[in-house]
């Protein structure tokens, strides 16, 4: 992975709030992180699409939603940097980390 490239798809609030959330639950769906974010569907996939083509997120498709996960063969060293950037600023995604809890911890989903 280019550390150019990599942090050119981080340079944008949307990519960065989802990577940040996608990290810390391990796995979301487009519907859950449009509750969080309080975006639309076209413009969350529109930025989690851009993540995965950078080679940042794997997405895999359930019915009609798709559930995204950190790429596995990302490179150790964008994986600290993703665990450290949430680590170190959690009042950067916490309004949005509690709105995606609430989706996940209920028996309905978001979706």
């Known amino acids: 992975m280019d550390p150019c ?3 050119k798809c981080l340079a944008d609030d949307t990519r960065l709030k989802s990577l940040l959330l996608i990290n810390t639950v391990n796995e979301a ?6 509750a969080a974010l309080e975006l639309d569907q076209p413009k969350i996939s529109r930025h989690l699409a851009e993540l995965r083509k950078c080679g940042i997120l794997l997405d895999e498709r359930r019915g009609k939603w798709v559930y995204y996960k950190l790429h596995p063969s990302l490179p150790t060293w ?13 009042d950067y995604h916490k309004d ?3 709105k995606l809890n609430v ?5 309905e989903t978001c979706c």
């Open 5 to 7: 490239k990599f942090y």
């Open 29 to 34: 769906c487009v519907c859950d992180l449009m």
């Open 78 to 90: 964008a994986k600290n940097v993703i665990e450290q950037t949430a680590n170190h600023n959690s």
């Open 96 to 98: 949005a980390l509690t």
């Open 103 to 107: 989706c996940l911890s209920t028996t």
